[in-house]
């Protein structure tokens, strides 16, 4: 009996070591990854961020005709049809708000008041306008002030604000940081359209901080021009600021990055490659390219032997070869008996692509500010008499000459000289010389704008919309949209299931969530 | 190690020092308390039963102890005893238990008698307690094993489906080696946990762990499998289900979900060395119901022309728009010209017949102090689909030993290696064979496909999948992967491992400590080809396309667990107490590396790729190596008080402490409380009333399933060098959330049980409402927010239902007998809360490219929805006028509707979840002949189709055909309310038929997904006494032979072209979608069991 006691008393103490410990002692230490990131320098956040979104072929380009996608493939149908569809609105806004938004919100947040970060912050500023300028652009009111901020602030269902309060902001925002930019404060390394690895490279604060305020200065006269329609004045306030401050003066000072094409690819043109048979230059743009005889045409354009295979197809680019698709135009009517249009080839249409050894190669550069832009920026402005310095031909020559020096940076292309240059500005449809009243002159600008931004859709886009050059005519497809032209891109439609009742005060005030309803500054 | 674990440690290993202690030094302790040695005697006797013949394998233990033998078999049996032994009891399972005085005597002769009211008496409730199933307060329902062994399934539980009431299972055609959904009483929690129960193998706690397919990828399109495959039938002795969760309270938050406890075979004593073998040997068939939609009239082409070249059919092979079939030569894809005719099953030509061979071989016997049983079973299967096999082998070994008169050892283990080569591509539209055949026209030959796979073209498509249309990367060629071979390759050994030793302090206590290792590794190899669902084999710069994956995975479960516990008798009244604790710890670690962009063509290897895993600026997300780490401690107890055999009240607690939670609040308490009321005691007058017991519940249980480790931190990627800066990122699409507590679940049952009739008539009722609170809910969030979903406490939803089971023997003779049994199932499932204003919380979205909301299967969403059954559907209709008429555009083309309680136009159509599951069995036995007939049926869910979405808009089905001849007129109005004479022509019909996907109008493609089915038929003749009869072969204990058929018939649906049952995955995500699972499959088995 003795021996049972035993074992009772050291059942109990069993028990009683069970209880002693606790039972969740090192919990919260089982309960951390030991190999997860859980820090990181708010300066790799940014620099990641700064691959933003620009627009895609099917979406903006669409729109503005130089692009399209003439088949009813249901999952395809989109902007060449004129059709509302889901997946070729939403790029922009899952791009943006999933990728850029969320880690220049968090990065921020990390930043905090630092003032030894200062001009990472306000670096940081400036890119976030830029990114919330697109999403104005592109869709109208948008979540602004809340947007990014499920984990900083726990909130999930972020509320619309009008795109013109959002754009106050982003003035205040911008200026701000530039003037807080400080010469003698931090250098930012890791950014990658000026910092040490980047192709602009500076070494030391004071010529990053340059670089910087001319790209913030260059986004705020993007921003002053988008009022030339809703509120001149305000407009030209704003752009005589920016001008006055110093914006971009060469190629040297673009944002853009460039690509690899092995490790990093060009997403976007990478996709091209796949259902390769469905994708095709639109006619508006093809022509445009011809009858200036452009030197950029043969690297835009290509005629494939077998336009499904574009990836091995072997390309013909000579310029008097090309031919787009017309707009408003599918391809069973292209194909069927006796059509009138240029029936198929291989196993796709006899119509040319866009290049993809070049301006589609996946390893292209990818622009989001530059010289060129700005320079076409400024020559309007110029001839709006909102600045009052250069002269607007110089702005217009200087920028079309910047945009052929950077075709350098595609790959498999040789240099435009600089006679091609100026047999292209003596064009009979390109020489400024020749333009006489402002309109002729606005349409010359604009219309190069819309070349230069080949592939910056979100760009081309908005100063289509804003300037209403290039002279497009509307795609009347089934009529969907009441003989005009694609205003916005829709919300996505997850955003109705999800974050209802925003969606639905945001649609209301725009007029409906359709492509028809407009933008702030696009008032008719 | 934590202090907490230290200390489990501790007490485990002081419990067992403490048993060894007694084993090796008891003799010592006693020659020093009292002189008297023990004396031995033998005790010896013969068993009879009520007949008087001999009784054969009756236990014969000495009270409070673990002393015992079993009769032989000649009813005899002897046994040692020390002399301070005092009471025999005798037991055999449908008799009466009988103590015997032993009162100094050496023979003792007992006859046993049958007692009726204790068939199926002795329960293996939670923890492996054995209980009088009188006792109960809950519903536990005995599966026979018999019943898997006739009608075997290669998952076993899959032969289970409308067998239990309240269990209900849902195979996925996935494929030989595929998972089933296991659901009991409901899905407590929305997806996104484990909704499926625990399952208790030899006390060692097992998640089902259902790796079903549930997206895209190589590796979430393709059914992986789950646990249940590791354990062979052959070697099952008992299985019940513990349905409800005061039945599963004491297992703590694994066992939210109910449990179901496995006992493999370990031998039993005084057997002598005895061998079993079984064979079995399967062939499954696919089913086929494609003629009752696909369309045999119209070829190839678009707006009413066949395509006249082999460009325009490699650019819009897809559409089967064409022309009426005229058998004349028509060019291919291949540029082959072809009579233009139908050939429109060509799936059920590309699949094959399936096949299992099983054989397994055990080796038991038994002494007077022990008994073992040892296994092998190995099974080769091949799926319906080509190329697809599977291949296990189980080795299992059960041993029972006394090592002292006191202290008992058990020891299981279970070996596991399986192999799970090519599991088929479903759910998906992208790879796999029925997404590719539902989908192509009818008038290419499956020959065509098969002959000229591969791009034949010298240039650079060479070697690429000869493109058959223009959705090349969406449908592909079957063949391409075949003939190229594409594999995917899921090895897992899994070794299940458990110690039990069991110390009788006195007659009334004992204690108990328990080990069990689980231990698991899961190695996954698989490529992508060069040239799969491409034009060409190249990549943009030079090297070759591709992919090439290996994945392995390590996991070890811990638990281990002790127990104290006591029964004794105070006259009337009964205690049974017993308090333990548990610590669980699992760790898992994943290895992964990938390559693509290779060098070598057709060579599918790390070495010959550029850009590997760690190196991809595309999956900066990508971690090689990567852990986890859980644990749960816990301590529970319970008490039962007993009234004279007539009343029952049973109290459990248990509090587990969770490692994933926020360690400000970590842990949860969870009660039960029932009771069990044997009326039939005060009803002993009443001769019809064998027995009658009424019982009750209430308990509250708990998971967090649904967490992950490590997910309340939110981690960054670091992206490789960008032109040699390194980028950063954020993981993931969740917003993390640190603080989320345990879900709660609380269930309420009343039982009734009745034997009448001489016990010829059973029924079980019972009636149970399962409330479950505070869900952790990955909440869909605007993405505008940074991140797709967060996982919150919200939501609340409710399964009640109403179990029933009526078991009777209408007739019987001598030889003749036939037992019939019903059990059926309702359940009524209702959203009550979803935690935010709108009152519905979306899931999935069909047609959606955002993930996790990810469906892209083109139809519809599934939604929570305030008010509503679980798992609603939700889609778009036809745009109807007040008067119920189809609105139509002015040209007179389809609209869709608007507005709606979600004001999107969606509107609900009802749950994927069926109201009504059952089965009914009949068993018809003459002498040696038994045969088994089982019908069984699901009603009142529903399930949306999006193969008939595809066939329809790609010209495929016969919905298709309206207009090909003259244009099509819907029969609609326009808003004026004048009829619609708008013709949509033959050109325009393509874009009609596709106004359904872009429109989401779903009404043409919405069914119950209801099914009555014959679902078995077996026959299995007992030759045991034949063969008695032939002395030369008395070496043979026993022999049987069956055969079965599964899926003979279906003898209702309302789904067309489809089994409703060929639901693509065992998740709860992709719940009422029906899109590109194989068919289902007839199976015809033969069975040999041999007994030596």
Redesign the interface.
């Known amino acids: 009996?003795?021996?049972?006691k035993?074992?009772?008393y050291?059942?109990l103490?069993?028990?009683v070591?069970?209880?002693?410990?606790?039972?969740?002692?090192?919990?919260?230490e089982?309960?951390?990854?030991?190999?997860?990131?859980?820090?990181?320098?708010p300066a790799?956040?940014f620099?990641?961020?700064q691959?933003s979104h620009v627009g895609t072929w099917a979406a903006e380009h669409t729109i503005v005709q130089q692009f399209v996608i003439p088949?009813?493939?249901?999952?395809t149908?989109g902007f060449s049809l004129n059709?509302d569809?889901?997946?070729n609105s939403?790029p922009k806004?899952?791009q943006s708000?999933?990728?850029a938004?969320?880690?220049l919100?968090?990065a921020l947040e990390l930043i905090g008041e630092d003032p030894a970060r200062n001009n990472l912050r306000n670096m940081i500023r400036i890119w976030k306008a830029q990114v919330f300028m697109g999403l104005v652009d592109a869709y109208g009111r948008?979540?602004y002030l809340?947007?990014?901020?499920?984990?900083t602030d726990l909130?999930?269902?972020?509320e619309y604000v009008d795109g013109a309060v959002i754009y106050d902001d982003l003035y205040t925002e911008i200026t701000e940081a530039l003037a807080e930019l400080d010469p003698a404060g931090d250098f930012v390394s890791?950014d990658?359209f000026y910092?040490?690895?980047?192709?602009n490279s500076t070494s030391t604060s004071a010529d990053q901080v340059v670089k910087w305020k001319k790209l913030g200065n260059s986004l705020l006269l993007r921003l002053g021009m988008r009022y030339s329609k809703v509120n001149p004045s305000k407009g030209s306030a704003i752009v005589a600021e920016a001008f006055a401050g110093g914006v971009m003066t060469s190629n040297a000072d673009n944002a853009y990055?460039?690509y690899?094409?092995?490790?990093?690819?060009l997403?976007e043109n990478?996709n091209l490659?796949?259902?390769s048979?469905?994708n095709y230059a639109a006619e508006p743009f093809v022509e445009q390219l011809k009858a200036t005889n452009d030197p950029r045409g043969k690297y835009i354009l290509a005629a494939y032997a077998?336009p499904?295979?574009v990836?091995?197809?072997p390309a013909d680019t000579v310029l008097a070869n090309q031919f787009g698709v017309p707009i408003g135009v599918i391809?069973?009517e292209i194909?069927?008996e006796g059509s009138p249009y240029r029936g198929?080839?291989?196993?796709?249409l006899n119509y040319s692509q866009m290049n993809?050894s070049a301006i589609a190669?996946?390893?292209a550069p990818e622009f989001y500010v530059t010289y060129a832009q700005t320079s076409l920026l400024l020559a309007e402005a110029r001839q709006r008499g909102w600045i009052t310095t250069g002269s607007a031909q110089t702005y217009y020559e200087e920028a079309i000459r910047a945009d052929m020096e950077n075709y350098d940076l595609y790959p498999g292309t040789i240099a435009i000289t600089p006679s091609e240059m100026n047999t292209y500005l003596s064009d009979p449809l390109v020489d400024f010389s020749l333009a006489t009243t402002d309109e002729e002159i606005f349409e010359l600008i604009n219309t190069q704008y819309w070349v230069v931004n080949i592939r910056n859709g979100t760009e081309a886009f908005a100063n289509f919309r804003r300037s209403g050059y290039p002279a497009l005519e509307p795609n009347l497809y089934n009529d969907d949209l009441n003989g005009g032209f694609v205003r916005r891109l829709s919300y996505?439609?997850?955003?109705?299931?999800?974050?209802?009742?925003?969606y639905?005060a945001a649609s209301e005030a725009l007029g409906g969530d359709n492509l028809l309803s407009r933008v702030f500054w696009d008032v008719p | 190690?934590?202090?907490?674990h230290?200390?489990?440690y501790?007490?485990m290993l002081?419990?067992f020092?403490?048993c060894q202690?007694?084993v090796a030094f008891?003799g010592g302790?006693?020659t020093s308390?009292s002189p008297p040695l023990l004396q031995q005697l033998t005790i010896s006797g013969k068993v009879t039963d009520e007949t008087g013949a001999t009784f054969p394998g009756v236990n014969v233990v000495v009270k409070g102890t673990t002393t015992g033998t079993a009769t032989s078999a000649d009813g005899t049996y002897s046994l040692d005893v020390s002399s301070d032994a005092v009471t025999l009891i005798f037991s055999f399972v449908g008799y009466a238990q009988e103590e015997v005085a032993i009162g100094g005597r050496t023979t003792i002769n007992i006859a046993l008698t049958p007692d009726v009211t204790s068939l199926n008496e002795i329960v293996v409730t939670a923890l492996g307690v054995q209980k009088e199933s009188k006792r109960l307060g809950y519903s536990a329902t005995t599966v026979q094993p018999d019943y898997m062994i006739t009608n075997r399934t290669t998952n076993m539980m899959e032969s289970l489906e409308g067998k239990v009431a309240g269990l209900n299972i849902t195979p996925p055609a996935a494929g030989a080696g595929s998972s089933t959904q296991i659901r009991l009483r409901g899905q407590a929690a929305f997806a996104g946990g484990n909704n499926s129960p625990l399952f208790v193998v030899n006390g060692l706690p097992l998640d089902q762990a259902a790796a079903g397919a549930n997206g895209n990828g190589q590796v979430e399109q393709r059914d992986r499998g789950d646990n249940l495959q590791n354990i062979n039938p052959d070697d099952i002795e008992t299985m019940t289900v513990l349905k409800g969760a005061t039945a599963a309270a004491i297992y703590g938050a694994r066992a939210a979900n109910g449990a179901i406890i496995i006992t493999t075979k370990s031998g039993s004593k005084n057997q002598g060395i005895g061998v079993d073998f079984t064979s079995s040997y399967t062939t499954s068939h696919a089913l086929n119901f494609m003629d009752e939609i696909v369309q045999t009239e119209y070829g190839a082409g678009?707006?009413g022309v066949r395509f006249a070249?082999q460009?325009?059919v490699?650019?819009?092979g897809q559409w089967g728009w064409g022309e009426k079939l005229d058998g004349v030569p028509t060019v291919n894809f291949d540029g082959v010209m072809r009579p233009y005719s139908a050939h429109p099953y060509q799936l059920f030509d590309f699949l094959q017949t399936g096949t299992n061979f099983t054989n397994t071989v055990g080796l038991s016997g038994g002494g007077t102090n022990g008994s073992f049983r040892a296994s092998f079973s190995n099974t080769d299967a091949t799926g319906i689909q080509p190329s697809n096999e599977y291949k296990k082998r189980i080795f299992n070994i059960g041993i029972n030993q006394n090592i002292t008169s006191k202290l008992k050892l058990q020891l299981n283990i279970n070996y596991a290696n399986e192999e799970n080569i090519n599991p088929p591509q479903v759910g998906t539209q992208g790879e796999g064979a029925v997404n590719f055949f539902n989908r192509m026209p009818i008038n290419t030959p499956i020959e065509a496909y098969r002959d000229n796979a591969i791009d034949p073209n010298l240039?650079?498509?060479f070697g690429s999948e000869y493109?058959t249309n223009?959705?090349?990367?969406t449908i592909n060629n079957p063949y391409y992967q075949l003939q190229k071979k594409q594999f995917f390759l899921d090895e897992k050994n899994r070794l299940l491992g458990t110690a039990t030793l069991r110390?009788q302090?006195?007659d009334w206590l004992y204690?108990q400590g328990r080990y069990n290792y689980d231990r698991g590794t899961n190695f996954m190899e698989w490529n992508v080809l060069n040239g799969a669902g491409?034009?060409?084999v190249?990549?943009?710069?030079g090297?070759f396309r591709g992919r090439y994956d290996i994945r392995q995975i390590e996991s070890t479960d811990i638990n281990a667990d002790?127990l104290?516990g006591g029964n004794k008798d105070f006259g009337k009244f009964s205690v049974d107490a017993s308090?333990g604790?548990n610590t669980w710890r699992r760790n898992s670690s994943t290895n992964q590396q990938y390559a693509r962009?290779f060098v070598v063509p057709d060579l599918y290897s790390i070495k010959n790729g550029?850009?590997f895993g760690v190196?991809?600026?595309?999956n900066t997300g990508y971690?090689p190596?990567?852990?986890s780490?859980?644990?749960i401690?816990?301590?529970y107890g319970w008490a039962e008080l007993g009234y004279n055999g007539l009343l029952y009240l049973n109290v459990t607690g248990r509090?587990d402490?969770?490692?994933?939670l926020n360690?400000a609040d970590?842990?949860k308490f969870y009660p039960s409380v029932s009771g069990s009321f044997i009326f039939s005691e005060l009803l002993a007058d009443q001769a019809w009333l064998t027995y009658g017991k009424l019982r009750s519940s209430w308990a509250r249980v708990g998971s967090v399933n649904a967490v992950n480790?490590?997910e309340?931190?939110?981690?960054?990627?670091?992206?490789?060098?960008?032109?040699?800066?390194?980028?950063?990122?954020?993981?993931g699409?969740g917003?993390?959330n640190p603080s989320l507590i345990p879900f709660t679940i609380t269930e309420k049952e009343l039982g009734l049980e009745m034997r009448m009739f001489n016990n010829k008539v059973l029924l079980d009722v019972a009636v149970f409402d399962k409330v479950t609170t505070d869900q952790i809910l990955d909440?869909?969030?605007?993405?505008?927010?940074?991140?797709?979903t967060?996982k919150q406490n919200k939501a609340s939803l409710k399964n009640s239902g109403v179990e029933l089971l009526i078991e009777a023997t209408p007739f019987e003779t001598n030889d003749f007998k036939w037992t019939t049994s019903w059990n059926n199932t309702y359940l009524k499932t209702e959203v009550l809360d979803v935690g935010n204003?709108?009152g519905t919380i979306?899931l999935i979205?069909f047609?959606?490219?955002?993930a996790p909301?990810n469906g892209n299967e083109?139809l519809g969403?599934l939604r929570y929805t305030e008010g509503l059954a679980m798992n609603q559907l939700y889609t778009r209709t036809y745009l109807r006028n007040e008067e119920g008429e189809i609105l139509v555009t002015p040209t007179g083309r389809l609209r869709a509707s608007t507005g709606g309680p979600?004001?999107?136009g969606y509107f609900p159509i009802g749950s994927s979840i069926p109201k009504y599951t059952g089965g009914w069995t009949n068993t018809f036995s003459y002498k040696n002949l038994i045969l088994g007939v089982f019908i069984d049926y699901k009603f009142g869910g529903m399930v949306m189709s999006s193969t008939l979405l595809n066939m329809t808009?790609q010209g495929h089905s016969k919905m298709s055909l309206g207009g090909r001849e003259g244009g099509l007129i819907i029969d609609g109005v326009y808003d004026n309310g004048e009829p619609n004479t708008s013709v949509i022509p033959v050109?325009s019909l393509?874009?009609h038929y596709?106004d359904y996907?872009?429109l989401q109008i779903g009404d043409p493609f919405v069914f119950k997904s209801d099914f009555v089915k014959l679902r078995t038929i077996s026959l299995s003749y007992n030759f045991s006494s034949a063969i008695k009869k032939v002395e030369k072969l008395n070496f043979v204990k026993g022999l049987t032979l069956s055969a079965a058929c599964r899926n003979v018939a279906i003898l209702y649906k309302d789904l067309p072209g489809l089994d409703p049952e060929s639901v693509q995955s065992s998740g709860d995500f992709r719940a009422g979608y029906e899109g590109s699972a194989l068919p289902t499959t007839r199976s015809y088995n033969l069975t040999l069991n041999v007994k030596f």
Not at chain 1, 20 to 28: A, H, L, N, R, T
Not at chain 2, 538 to 541: E, I
Request: charged share 15%; aromatic share 10%; with cysteine.
């Open positions: 009996m003795k021996a049972i035993h074992y009772k050291s059942l103490i069993c028990s070591l069970f209880f002693s410990g606790g039972c969740d002692k090192d919990f919260e089982i309960n951390t990854n030991p190999y997860a990131v859980v820090k990181i320098d790799l956040l620099a990641g961020a691959r088949s009813n493939q249901g999952a149908l059709a569809i889901d997946g939403n806004w899952d708000y999933g990728g938004v969320r880690s919100v968090q948008v979540p809340d947007a990014g901020r499920a984990v909130i999930y269902y972020p890791a990658i910092g040490f690895n980047a192709e990055i460039k690899d094409g092995s490790k990093y690819v997403a990478n490659r796949n259902f048979a469905q077998d499904g295979a990836a091995t197809s391809d069973t194909t069927a198929k080839r291989g196993t796709g993809g190669s996946p390893a996505p439609d997850r955003e109705a299931s999800v974050n209802t009742e925003n639905l | 190690m934590s202090k907490c230290l200390s489990i501790a007490s002081l419990f020092v403490v202690h007694s008891g302790d006693r308390i678009q707006a070249t460009g325009a490699q650019g819009n240039g650079p498509t493109k223009g959705f090349l990367g110390y302090l006195t204690a491409a034009t060409t190249l990549n943009a710069d090297t002790f104290i308090f604790g962009n550029t850009i190196t991809d600026p595309d971690q190596y990567s852990i780490e859980t644990r401690n816990s301590l509090k402490w969770f490692s994933v360690p970590n842990s480790p490590y309340g931190v939110l981690t960054y990627s670091i992206n490789p060098p960008f032109n040699g800066q390194v980028l950063a990122g954020i993981n699409t917003a993390p909440v869909s969030i605007s993405n505008a927010s940074g991140y797709n967060t204003e709108s979306l979205y047609n959606g490219t955002t909301a083109f969403e979600i004001n999107t808009r050109a393509q874009g596709s996907r872009n």
